[in-house]
């Protein structure tokens, strides 16, 4: 072979070759942060508290258990030994609990239609996406709130699939173009579907929708077993309406899911001081208390099936009775729910990151950095509505989807933590630096040093978006505006090809099957 | 006594006084959050990692040592038992360093004038504070950088002593309006103290303007006896220029400062790239080195001296070589930074809570939570910087600071943790929710539970500027701006009357005997 050869990427020289190695993204071995590190350095609750939350839970479970399940999730749960009260509440023998506890699923895989996009949960392993149902889109520029579309959420697909830092897109806004809820579900997932090869996170309104859906899905994947093989959608059941109520509609859709052989996160999203207790401990019994009814239920259905201990409780201003997601209290309760799912050794996920700022501004920044860093740092192995979100869970906004970006890497840097080793805590360089070598004298700074150059790129997260200019530079250059910087970011995103594109054959099978929004 | 009293507070009738007594601010006693709450549930070293950087450390400080003491340190020190080299560098033994951390101050008190304002630094306990040497101000309408002057210094003391969360005033601006060094000084110290009754950090520039600054608060605390029985002000001492070499002015103004009854903070601010190596754990490994001959030299002159370990590490962008403040690896620095203290068992600070923004905008909330958050739950004694610091510390911002109060409020809240009792449990309420009460149905929610009444103000904080509306709220009351009312608060408490004011007497005394460049 020489360099004569037509086909040779040779021929273009070297320099070509490592301009464009320089111009593109880090490989993902060596990107300094990355899906899956762990956390656990932070533990809002002692050994003692874990103990008591878990004793209380299953107190509740035992004492007070739930009502309104569907008959099938009776009938199912009672097989199982379950206790069907004379008030038709279905208590739990904590045996039952525990016995579940032994066979649930321990490690589980969500896959991306990309294989490198698996997440693997596991332990304190961490994962940042996105997540909700607001009903508005944030307009930046016009400052204004407007209603969601399916064309959003398609965007929102295809940013989300281009940004290093978030691994997973949960569908994070409702298409409030569809009128008709089979459509807006089975839109849901084309959208999301065609715009990422990243895991997917929908939410079905009723049973009989999923049949259609995991049709859809056969058709994506090729055929049914391969879509069992490597199911890259997941759905979300909210299958308890709290304090300690079934969800009778989301019950049957998690049957319906389960029997589909798509995971299922279980999703418990009590309000602290409505619809859970106010203090943050019983918030978290309550939460867990729930959420370990449905992995009961799971695995009654279906020994070992993927399931996502899915604790969401959600804070409260207690002053207008309005829900708060941005506060102190949400980032504890979130933290703390993390430390409940090692104790059982389940994945599990919860909110952090969203804002109750109606615009991405300083209180959203901090807001969103509170939770999503304390998520991190606890290990919790999925971080929902992790970007993007703001208005207490009303409003998504690419833009701050974008920025969400640079904030959970750096999160993640810190997630990440500090590695002490013979080599980083660099006594050689600090005495040579000082003292010299040999003849030569010691240059009294580090900026040269072959451990400075060399780390720079593996040890150091470096913002997109961020600005670090001086004022001066700052200055010279027009004193760029943040959020101008992510809508022209934005645009960019949405002009790249799709790496989650159908080939037009798929597509126009989908659109025979189905009746398609979005423009192909 | 009756109502008919003239002077009776009760003539005015109980209405009034409940009205009263709702619109003041929360006793301190109820607040949900102060100063001084214990953090340390973050723990970014494990202990293994902190043995060996403390190794590490005392490695250092006997075979590198530090260059450049003044010829009184180099005094101080060799009778201590550090040892001059041929090279002109003192080296450490061990056994000097341990010896000297056994007399040093374990539990340090910064006073303010006010004493309900003094700082009990000890054990896990965190105080958040501004800091710096910012040379500009920040103009958020005009989105401009300009030079920082005396009055702007005096604002933002005024501004932060009506502050909750802000619990000391480290200078954070340099007074760019006074052209003499000694006058600089004076003003300093004369502008911080004239603004706030809590404690107050400054930094001499020469050994010599100490003696003025000391005859200036003599006089304002009355004299020098009730000076030296409760010192307001600190005196930070960047006593050595990284990599390990003495500040020999620094060094000058600090045995100065010991001398006169002025509690010490010994600081080390190495870049981690440039002036400290550039991994994480070297960076703090020179930084405690540093400070650890600090101890020595501050215990050598008095045994037991007031002095915090000030280990302040800071971040670079490898990729321009400019500082940064507000990178997940900043968080690292000073999150590990505080388990050091803890080791040694000596009050220390840090920096966080600074940002590379040039504008308190989204990456402003986002760099300045994270750091707060994190140096707050590792138990960092005194985080400076914690509130409106821009451009990589060379602007300083009166809207930020104030929004910082805000921000703090929260990474207070976290820091305050979660309370796991048999109350907060709430198993109780959980089951009278649910289940009801002897003949009483469960009402199925917790919006009128005694509990969640009783506990509304007691755990939650609730933001001052932060908005928690709904988009159609915030909608109708025309979407208020963030900044805007950052800007309208700042105006309201730059009008209210100065807690901290001299009287007139003391005013004139002081303008008679130096020269004061802030009006009366």
New interface residues.
Partial sequence: MTDQSPSSPRRSGGRAARRALRAAPLATDKRPVHAGLRGG??????D??IA??HE?AL??LE??GL?DAPPSGIEILTRAGAILGE?GRIRFPRALVEDMLAVACKDVTLCGRDPGNDLHLQGTKVHYGTAGAAV?MVDVEG?N?RESTVQDLYDAARITDQLDNLHFLQRPMVCRDIADNYEMDLNTVYACTRGTTKHIGVSFTEADYVAGALEMLHMIAGDEDTWRARPFVSNTNCFVVP???FATDACRVMEACIEGGMPVLLLSAGMA??????????A???AVAECLAGVVYVNAIKPGHPAIFGTWPF?L??????M?V????Q??LTA?CAQMHHFYGIPGGAAAGAS???L???????????SN??AG?SGLNMVYEAAGMH??L??FCHE?LI?GD??I??????VR?????E?????D???T???GDGDKAGV????G?A??LT??ES?????T???????KE??EKD?P???QKATARKLELLAAPSSAAFNPALDSAIRARFTIHLPP
């Fill in positions: 350095q932070l533990r809002v609750l002692s003692l508290d008591n939350i209380a107190t509740a004492h007070i009502a008030d508005h400052r709130y304090p300690m109520k001081g409505a619809t859970a207790p106010s203090p943050i401990a019983g978290i019994v309550q804070g201003d207690l002053r207008t009775g309005a708060s941005g506060s102190g209290e980032a504890l703390g109750d700022a109606k991405p501004d300083m209180q959203a920044g901090w807001e969103q950095m509170c860093v304390m740092l208005a207490s009303l409003g701050s920025l640079d904030l890497g750096q999160a993640l840097r810190c933590g500090i590695e002490v080793t080599e980083t805590l660099a006594l360089v600090m005495r630096t000082c003292l009294g700074h580090y900026l040093a451990q400075t780390r720079m040890d150091y997260v470096y913002p978006l961020g600005d670090r200019m001086s004022p700052w200055a004193k505006d943040l959020l």
